[in-house]
C-alpha cells in the first residue's frame, strides 16, 4: 500500500514541477506560487499517509501515533491551500483577494492548532498504522480530532465544488474544462474518500465493523480524486504551452527545406549546442537565421526568374497567392545557387519585398518552405538554371519594395 500511495505522491508532486520551472517567475506570481503550494502539499499527505512513513514518524518521535496528527494537520493545510489558489485563480481587486486568503489561512491554522490539542488530550498509546480512524472512534479526543478534519476537509471541497460549478458556467474553452475535472475530483473525494470514512466512523459508533470501507476503499480513491483534481489544475496553464511548444516543433520541422537550402549564407550566430533547449527557443533561433540568410541573398533576387515561375504556376490553375509563394521559391532557389558560384548579381535584380517578410511570425517562412518542394517551384528553379529558357517577352515588373 506504501508503494501505491508514495507514487501517486510522485505523480502528484510532478504537476508543480512543471509548474515551477522558471522560479523566479512562479514566486512573484501568486496564481502560480499557490498551485505549486497547493500540489506540493497534496504529494506531502500521501508521504505522511503511507504506512511506511507512519511507523517510521512514530519511531523516530517516540510517541505512538505521532504521523496521526502530523498527517491530519497536513491534510487541513491542504484544504486551505485548494481554497487560496481558487482565491488567486478567481481574482478580482487585491485587497479582497488578500483578505479572503488571511481569512481561510486563520479558519485553518486554528483547526490544524485544534488538532494537536486533541491528540495531546488523547489517550491514544496503541499504534495503528491504517485503521487508526475506526479504531479510535470511540476514544475521546481522537474521536473528536477525527471528526475535526474530516469536516474540515469536506468544507474546503464543498466550497471548491460550489465555486468551480458556478465559475464555470461563465467561461469556455480550457479553463472550463479544467474547472469541470476539479469538480469532478471534488466529488471522487467527497464520494470515496470522506463518505467512505464517515461511513465506517458511524458504524464503530453502532457496534458495526465497516473498516474496509476506511481502510481499502478511501486511500485509493483519494488518490484518484486529488490526481483529477491536479490535472484541472494544471490542464489550463500548462496544455497551451504545450501546444505552442508542439506547433513550434512542427514549424521547426517544417522550415527545414528553407534552412538547408539559405544555412550556406547566413551570418546569424550559432544554433545552441544544448538539446534541453525548448522547441520554441529554437524556432525563433531559425527564424532570426533565415531572415538574415534572406537580407543576404537580396541583391541575387532575379525578376526575369519570378515572373516565369508565377506565370507558370497561374497557367497551371494556381490562385494568385500560390502563384506568388512558388514563383518567390523558385527566385529564391535561384538566389541561393548564383550566391553559392560567387557569380554577380544578375541584371534584373531590385528591392522586393518576399510575402514571408510581410506576416508575423513564423507562417510566411512556412510557407515559402513548403513551396520549395511544390512541383511549380521546382520547375521553374530548374529553368532559371537554363538562361535560354528565359527569354521572352516580360511583363511589367512589379512595384519595387524596400526589402
Request: with cysteine.
Amino acid at each position: 500500500m506504501s508503494l501505491v500511495v508514495y507514487l501517486a505522491a510522485l505523480v502528484f508532486g510532478m504537476t508543480s514541477v512543471l509548474l515551477f520551472r522558471r522560479p523566479r517567475t512562479a514566486m512573484s506570481n501568486p496564481l502560480t506560487l499557490s498551485t505549486c503550494v497547493a500540489i506540493v502539499l497534496g504529494a506531502l499527505v500521501f508521504v505522511c499517509a503511507a504506512p511506511a512513513t507512519l511507523g517510521t514518524v512514530n519511531e523516530l518521535t517516540g510517541v505512538p501515533n505521532f504521523g496521526a496528527p502530523l498527517t491530519y494537520g497536513m491534510l487541513s493545510a491542504y484544504s486551505c491551500a485548494v481554497l487560496v489558489l481558487l482565491i488567486n485563480w478567481r481574482g478580482g481587486p487585491r485587497p479582497v483577494v488578500r483578505r479572503a486568503v488571511l481569512r481561510s489561512m486563520a479558519a485553518y491554522g486554528l483547526l490544524v492548532v485544534a488538532i494537536v490539542v486533541l491528540f495531546l488530550l488523547a489517550d491514544a498509546d496503541t499504534e495503528r498504522l491504517t485503521d487508526l480512524d475506526t479504531y479510535y472512534a470511540g476514544t475521546p479526543f481522537m474521536r473528536e480530532m477525527i471528526l475535526l478534519y474530516l469536516v474540515g476537509h469536506s468544507a474546503a471541497m464543498l466550497v471548491m465544488c460550489a465555486v468551480c460549478v458556478k465559475w464555470s458556467r461563465e467561461v469556455d474553452g480550457l479553463l472550463r474544462a479544467g474547472l469541470r475535472l476539479i469538480v469532478l475530483g471534488a466529488l471522487l473525494d467527497l464520494m470515496g474518500f470522506q463518505l467512505t470514512k464517515y461511513t465506517a466512523v458511524a458504524a464503530r459508533w453502532t457496534g458495526r465493523d465497516l473498516d474496509f470501507l476506511s481502510t481499502t476503499v478511501a486511500p485509493p480513491m483519494a488518490s484518484l480524486a486529488a490526481l483529477v483534481c491536479s490535472v484541472g489544475f494544471a490542464l489550463p496553464r500548462l496544455l497551451p504551452s504545450v501546444l505552442a511548444h508542439w506547433r513550434g516543433l512542427d514549424d521547426y520541422r517544417r522550415l527545414g527545406p528553407l534552412w538547408s537550402l539559405v544555412k550556406p549564407v547566413s551570418t546569424a550566430p550559432g544554433q545552441p549546442s544544448a538539446r534541453w533547449h525548448l522547441p520554441r527557443a529554437r524556432l525563433q533561433w531559425r527564424e532570426v537565421s533565415i531572415h538574415d540568410a534572406l537580407l543576404t541573398l537580396a541583391p541575387y533576387f532575379d525578376h526575369r526568374v519570378r515572373e516565369r515561375a508565377r506565370d507558370t504556376a497561374l497557367r497551371a490553375g494556381h490562385s494568385a497567392h500560390q502563384a506568388r509563394l512558388a514563383s518567390e521559391a523558385a527566385m529564391l532557389a535561384d538566389a541561393a545557387r548564383r550566391a553559392a558560384a560567387c557569380e554577380d548579381p544578375p541584371e534584373t535584380t531590385g528591392s522586393y519585398r518576399l510575402h514571408a517578410t510581410e506576416v508575423p511570425g513564423p507562417s510566411g517562412l512556412v510557407e515559402l518552405s513548403q513551396a520549395l518542394d511544390r512541383p511549380p517551384g521546382r520547375a521553374a528553379a530548374q529553368g532559371a538554371t537554363n538562361p535560354s529558357s528565359l527569354t521572352g517577352t516580360l511583363n511589367e515588373p512589379e512595384e519595387p519594395h524596400v526589402a
